[in-house]
């Protein structure tokens, strides 16, 4: 006969559990928890660093309607982030299909094609950047060989923020390989279907791949929406902090940077955060109520 299996305790698996997961409960509390609710106080506070909050209610939210920059840097942001998101992902799209039509040495491509993702928010791509689209820089240089005298765009208000969105556009790699592996879930009967009953390259595309491939899509939308939203490096690094020239390359990151680090008003700069916050879970929170009328799941 088998022996009887000696019987557990019914509580230790969850104590063993919560004892694996004490570092996150650390983390997601000491570092994430407890700093907002304390920025979420400062951005009711007029505190300046090194003194003491005094409560000021919400005079830095009603601040807001009359700061010229904040302005400034609500218009800017809002530019780089419904124009270059959706050209990213557009551009994405368009690689992702060509390599999934079995290009030899589609490892080596596809992490080429990531790599830019990984290096785009750099310091050191930024600083590569400024001196391409520089006066002396490779840009100018070359379009100056066809001809064209774009000079430095870098200083010119009405292009510096094109650079900022080509960069965005350049750091396709991580949308790429994600759609990518979605493309590779499409089952091909479908495609063959739609080609027997004479549907052509564009109509297998919009009806066939897109409806398929939209749950990847709005994944992608999303994270993108997000991280665009947060974007600083760039701007920060090719205006050398000043969000220059006249304000055009002005992200409300950057200005929430000056206000904090700058000028030292972390009251102030805790109720830019927190308006950030706001933008961003409006958006997500739009993405995800219009998903039901384009995404398709296959439940």
Do not use: C
Not at 100 to 110: A, C, E, K, Q, T
């Amino acid at each position: 006969m088998r022996r009887a299996s000696r019987a557990q305790p019914r509580g230790r698996p969850s104590r063993v559990a919560y004892i694996f997961l004490l570092p996150w409960f650390a983390g997601i509390i000491g570092i994430t928890a407890i700093p907002m609710v304390a920025s979420l106080y400062l951005s009711f506070t007029n505190f300046r660093l090194g003194g003491t909050p005094s409560w000021v209610g919400l005079a830095n939210y009603e601040r807001m309607a009359s700061d010229a920059s904040f302005h400034a840097a609500s218009v800017v942001t809002a530019k780089y982030v419904f124009i270059s998101v959706p050209l990213q992902l557009a551009f994405a799209l368009a690689i992702a299909l060509v390599l999934n039509r079995g290009v030899r040495g589609l490892p080596i491509y596809r992490s080429v094609y990531y790599l830019p993702s990984l290096l785009g928010g750099s310091v050191a791509v930024a600083v590569l950047w400024r001196q391409l689209f520089a006066t002396d820089g490779l840009i100018p240089e070359l379009a100056g060989r066809f001809g064209i005298q774009m000079g430095s765009w870098i200083s010119d208000p009405k292009h510096a923020l094109t650079t900022l969105m080509i960069l965005n556009v350049w750091t396709f790699g991580s949308p790429m390989v994600i759609f990518l592996a979605g493309l590779r879930q499409i089952p091909s009967e479908l495609l063959e279907a739609a080609a027997v009953d004479g549907a052509g390259r564009m109509r297998r595309f919009l009806s066939v791949t897109v409806p398929l491939l939209s749950p990847v899509i709005f994944f992608n939308l999303v994270l993108q929406l997000i991280g665009s939203f947060q974007a600083f490096t760039g701007a920060y690094i090719v205006s050398s902090g000043s969000g220059g020239p006249a304000n055009s390359t002005l992200f409300y990151t950057l200005y929430l940077f000056q206000a904090g680090f700058q000028r030292f008003e972390m009251g102030y700069a805790s109720a830019l955060a927190w308006v950030l916050f706001a933008v961003i879970g409006f958006f997500t929170a739009l993405n995800f109520v219009g998903a039901k009328y384009w995404v398709h799941y296959e439940s």
